[in-house]
Structure formats: structure tokens, C-alpha cells
């Protein structure tokens, strides 16, 4: 994939960031999310899970405020994230794995409702919160159970999360 086909790609990823829909990825949409999953889940936000989802949304903006954000301003335009995944992200995805693994790790306690692990289901529901499609989140899901064992473990998450998002679909 040129670099032109990859700045597309990232620019189509932006708007699953800017929940409120404004055309800027701040604080606010990262909060939002995590208040949207919260509410899905019928989580408290005082409750030990609430307070981790809200420290994991705040840890994930403040990466991604620090990869993307270049003039300071507490929000990335669409340009600042497609530079920032381009400069930053493009060669070393793990990076943006690690910087949305607090949030990850705590949408997944949220979305473990019996604790037995997170169902494909109850991954579609998040993904669904999220702003993605129903019939895409669900066939998503779905394909995240990379081991057919009916849960989606943390590090099939992570790393389903940063190839979307960063790495270059192989033809």
C-alpha cells in the first residue's frame, strides 16, 4: 500500500474517533464513549470497572493526544491524526496498541459480564456503541474469536484493534 492508499485509510478510521461528530478528536469523545459503554453495560461510573474505563479512555486520549496532537491545542484534526498515524504509527503498530491497552483492558472487565471472558456478542454490543454498523459489528466479533473457543481474550482485541486502525491491509 503507497502512502497515499494508507493517509486514505487512516482518514476513513478518524471519524470512529470523533464520537460527537464536531470534526475534532478531544477529551470529550473519549469520555463519552466510555460513559455510552458504561450505560450499555449498566456499569456505575463510581464502581471500581467505572473509574478504570474512565482512566483508560483519559490514558488512550492522552497517547493519542501526544502521538497526534502537534499544535497543542487538546484536539486532533483530521490532518493531525492522518500525520500523526503516518509519522508515528505506520511502522510500529504495536505502539498504538499499547497506548489504547488501558482502555481496551477495561472495556473488556466491562463487556465480561459472567467472568468467564468476552463473548463475541457482548463484543458486538461494544462495537456497536462505539458508532460501528450492527451487521459489521457483529460479523467483526465474530471474527475475533480467532481460536473458535466462543471468548475474545485481550490480546486478539489489542491486536485486531491496531491493524484496523494502523496497519496496511495486505492484499
Request: no cysteine; net charge negative; charged share 25%.
Amino acid at each position: 500500500m503507497d502512502s497515499a492508499e494508507y493517509e486514505r485509510k487512516i482518514a476513513s478510521r478518524f471519524a470512529a474517533f470523533d464520537q460527537d461528530g464536531n470534526g475534532y478528536i478531544d477529551r470529550e469523545d473519549f469520555s463519552g464513549a466510555a460513559a455510552a459503554l458504561l450505560a450499555e453495560f449498566s456499569t456505575t461510573a463510581r464502581s471500581d470497572k467505572g473509574q478504570d474505563l474512565y482512566s483508560g479512555a483519559e490514558a488512550f486520549w492522552q497517547g493519542m493526544a501526544g502521538i497526534a496532537d502537534v499544535d497543542g491545542d487538546q484536539r486532533v484534526s483530521r490532518q493531525e491524526f492522518i500525520t500523526g498515524a503516518v509519522k508515528r504509527l505506520r511502522d510500529n503498530p504495536h505502539r498504538f496498541a499499547e497506548i489504547a491497552r488501558p482502555f481496551l483492558h477495561a472495556v473488556i472487565r466491562i463487556a465480561d459480564v459472567d467472568g468467564a471472558g468476552v463473548t463475541p456478542s457482548a463484543v458486538q454490543r461494544v462495537l456497536t456503541v462505539l458508532g460501528v454498523d450492527p451487521a459489521k459489528a457483529s460479523l467483526a466479533a465474530q471474527a475475533l474469536d480467532t481460536d473458535g473457543d466462543g471468548r475474545i481474550g485481550e490480546e486478539e482485541a489489542l491486536e485486531a484493534f491496531a491493524s484496523y486502525y494502523v496497519t496496511p491491509e495486505r492484499p
